[in-house]
């Protein structure tokens, strides 16, 4: 790793205005390009304290070796440069959306002499006009079926049009009336020219004018007692408005909007646009992308934007666009989307109403295509097949690990001390084996004892599995494994090794964990840790940790497994410690479950009558025999009544009279 302070430029060098600028790595490689309105404040900024930066920019700063800078003028021109060259360079550490699938769209190809209706997938070509993109390609075929009718434009391939004008034949479209046969000669081409023009101004939402239009012809026809050509006319009039229906109303006021959504985690990002025309949504798409540089939502959506209208012009760029949070240069944002769209453009959070709702559907759509993704992701067998042989790369490891085991620690302020173990098999959860530890040994916070504790009894468990077995001689580590208890029939919970522990922590944590297994004399499974602050791999007895690249499947896979193995652990602590705080005096009697201490609550109405009550009277309740009323009414004698409930809104004390809920037995029995 680089030190920052060895490239930072001279005080007073880098001049205070707007411009873009690249760091580079050793090799010359640019891995990050920024922009700023002042270089002199932003670039500053990147060389202060390490430990005072994000972890990504502290990973981005000293992988770099170098940075430099280039002027401009305004700030639009640093938006226009940043995109430039981030497409030109590609670096490591910027946002870079990837799209979870090739959309198709609906194409017209006006640049030919006789346009073509297709669906056309991937970069947009000069002189084709594009309207979606869609979800599906056969959306765009049922809607172009129901508009041939209308507009009865060319979608045949050149080598079908070529081969109908060389035979004087149309093909079997030109026969059932939807294509004007261009290549036989039955339009001229300005003619078919002009059928595709009007097939573009439907689809560009200008529906309202040529429904009019078709209506006063049928109405002139049906005059004239041309029943059948204005029979015909009904029968298109009835086409368009079923091709419409497919893409309801959304926005009352025929508006054209984007609008985008943000769905993101810690690690990723996920992106969905719906494009809005004449009120209506013609098409949707959606990227998912890594954080791998510190950005907020707002940045997330200024990525988008140079992402989604870089390479557009002109009614490409909509009137207006909404967005969940607005980018720091708002202003040269807009301007920039001005240049490209040739007008004025509304960039802008909605706040109400109808567009307000669309934009929560949006973000739905959003929060599905992350977790899509992720699913995806994690059950790809070539993705996790790849993730585990980078693993046993990294670590220098025989073979993949199959079997991952992973330990974390959780507490509130040294109370409630639990740990976790999570299990992965394959690259995938196998949560059946997950097992929860309580500290037991001590008392307050100290991740690093904690550790050893929980490593020491999974191990020490797996070797009097195999003791029972046969497969381990006591002599060796009968000291270490303690005594052997009895089997007493139970599921082997901890018969097999994992041949990789995962604990979540630096240094401290991975020497607490190796010398668990050292002094229990197990020296066939790896150990490693992994660091929250900068995601790297630390193993035993190294100083320096093994940073995997941050596109590595090997990397997303020990950050799953961490991740899980952190939720489960804050799961087992939030359910101790509420547990903790709900318990009475009823929770402390040998042999009372939570069947008849409800029965006791509901005999006597509550906590309170059951404290006045002689053990004759506890007797009574079904199942309650006489050593147990004894022990309740020891219980509740010993018990220590807190102060009277008090009414917060009219401040009368409420005395305890009520029976008690259904499962609050033991929360009533805190109160008194």
């Known amino acids: 790793m680089a030190d920052p302070s060895s490239y930072r430029p001279e005080p007073g060098q880098i001049p205070d205005s707007p411009g873009v600028y690249k760091f580079r790595d050793e090799h010359r490689r640019v891995i990050y390009v920024g922009k700023a309105k002042s270089l002199r404040q932003r670039l500053g900024s990147y060389f ?62 006006l640049g030919e002499e006789y346009p073509r209706v297709q669906v056309m997938r991937g970069p947009k070509k000069k002189g084709v006009r594009y309207f979606g993109p869609y979800g599906h390609a056969w959306a765009i075929r049922e809607t172009v079926d129901l508009m041939l009718r209308v507009f009865p434009v060319r979608t045949c391939s050149a080598g079908v049009f070529k081969r109908s004008a060389q035979i004087g034949r149309p093909c079997l479209l030109g ?79 025929a508006t054209d909007a984007d609008l985008i959504a943000v769905a993101e985690d810690e690690l990723e990002a996920a992106v969905q646009i719906f494009h809005v025309r004449g009120g209506r949504v013609r098409g949707q798409r959606g990227w998912v992308t890594d954080k791998v540089e510190a950005v907020d939502t707002a940045g997330l959506v200024e990525h988008a934007l140079q992402q989604l209208y870089g390479e557009e012009k002109g009614e490409a760029v909509p009137k207006e666009v909404l967005v969940p949070a607005l980018p720091e240069d708002t202003q040269a944002l807009g301007q920039w ?10 960039l802008r959070i909605p706040q109400r109403g109808d567009k307000k709702a669309l934009m929560e559907t949006v973000h739905r759509n959003a929060l599905q295509s992350l977790a ?26 025989d073979s993949a690990p199959l079997r991952i085991e992973c330990f974390d620690i959780s507490h509130l302020q040294g109370d409630d001390v639990v740990a976790s173990m999570v299990v992965f098999e394959d690259g995938l959860a196998r949560k059946s084996e997950y097992r929860r530890f309580q500290i037991k040994t001590f008392e307050g916070q100290d991740d690093v004892r904690s550790m050893h ?45 994992p041949q990789l522990v995962v604990v979540d922590g630096g240094q401290p944590q991975v020497a607490a964990a ?40 090997g990397l997303y896979l020990l950050q799953r497994v961490r991740d899980e193995a952190h939720r489960f652990a804050i799961q087992y602590q939030r359910n101790k410690r509420g547990k903790r705080l709900k318990s009475g005096p009823l929770d402390e009697v040998p042999g009372l479950g939570e069947s008849r201490r409800q029965a006791l609550v509901k005999h006597f109405g509550s906590v309170k009558k059951l404290r006045q009550a002689t053990i004759d009277q506890i007797c009574e309740v079904p199942g309650i025999g006489r050593k147990t009323a004894e022990a309740v009414a020891v ?37 008194q």
């Open 48 to 109: 202060q304290d390490i430990a005072g930066l994000h972890p990504r920019t502290a990973t981005m700063v000293t992988t770099a070796a170098s940075v430099e800078w280039t002027v401009v003028s305004t700030e639009v021109e640093a938006l226009q440069l940043e995109y430039s060259w981030i497409k030109e360079f590609d670096p490591r550490f910027n946002v870079k959306y990837r799209d979870d699938k090739s959309y198709p769209s609906l194409a017209v190809t």
């Open 372 to 397: 899509l993704h992720k699913t995806k992701r994690a059950s790809d067998l070539t993705t996790r097949s790849r993730a585990l042989e980078e693993i046993a790369e990294a670590l220098d490891l």
């Open 635 to 671: 219980a509740l004698a010993q018990a220590v009544p807190a102060g009277p409930a008090v009414n917060t809104a009219t401040g009368e004390i409420i005395e305890d009279e009520t029976p008690a809920p259904a499962g609050a037995s033991s929360e009533r029995g805190t109160e």
């Open 337 to 346: 989307l001005a240049e490209r769209r040739g007008s004025q453009v509304s």
């Open 175 to 253: 026969y059932i009336g939807k294509c004007s046969a261009p290549c036989v000669g039955r339009v001229t081409p300005e003619e078919h020219r002009e059928l595709a023009e009007d097939f573009c101004d439907f689809m560009a939402g200008r529906t309202g004018t040529y429904l009019s239009r078709l209506e006063k012809e049928m109405q002139e026809a049906a005059e004239e007692m041309e029943y059948e050509k204005a029979a015909r006319l009904r029968d298109d009039i009835g086409a368009l408005r079923r091709a419409m229906e497919k893409n309801a109303v959304v926005l009352a006021d």
């Open 514 to 553: 190796k010398r668990a297994l050292e002094e229990l004399g197990i020296d066939d499974v790896a150990v490693c840790g992994l660091a929250k602050r900068l995601e790297e791999v630390w193993l035993p007895g190294e100083d320096d940790p093994v940073v995997l690249p941050r596109t590595s499947e």
């Open 453 to 497: 504790e929980v490593v020491s009894r999974r191990f020490r468990r797996y070797l009097q599995e195999k003791l029972k077995t046969g497969e381990w001689d006591p002599e060796e580590g009968e000291d270490a494994a303690g005594p052997v208890p009895e089997d007493d029939g139970r599921p082997k919970r901890f018969a097999y090794p």
